[in-house]
Nanobody, 123 residues
Framework: VPLVESGGGSVEIGGSLRLSCFVS????????IGWFRQAPGPGKEREMV?????????RYQDSVQGRFIVSRDNDKNTMDLRMNSLKPEDTGTYYC????????????????WGLGTQVTVSS
């Protein structure tokens, strides 16, 4: 499996979680990787949360800017997502993805997906 997520769970509003993604060595380092999430319920699309390019430069969805931090360690083949000040709207299944292009600009840029890890934020 080229991408494997871990670290999901349940947390209270305002709490923190850290997600990790193991990135197979067969995924070229030149590619961007990122985190997507899909909220529960019908018709919910998978949306980009954070993306990091080969040099470690990150981009974020506006709703998580300042609360989430994405990092990439090419030596360890991992990508982490530190999530702080979590809100109920952060609830969903979080997926790690490898993307074409400089960033994971949308789900259409992703060509490989992990199986996902669940994050639930509640009071």
């Amino acid at each position: 499996v080229p991408l494997v997520e871990s670290g999901g769970g349940s947390v209270e509003i305002g709490g923190s979680l850290r997600l990790s993604c193991f990135v197979s060595k067969y995924i070229p380092e030149r590619l961007s990787i990122g985190w997507f999430r899909q909220a529960p319920g019908p018709g919910k699309e998978r949306e980009m949360v954070a993306s990091v390019d080969k040099s470690g430069r990150a981009r974020y969805q506006d709703s998580v800017q300042g609360r989430f931090i994405v990092s990439r360690d090419n030596d360890k083949n991992t990508m982490d997502l530190r999530m702080n000040s979590l809100k109920p709207e952060d609830t969903g299944t979080y997926y790690c993805a490898a993307c074409t292009g400089d960033y994971c600009v949308s789900r259409y840029a992703a060509y490989l997906w992990g199986l996902g890890t669940q994050v639930t934020v509640s009071s």
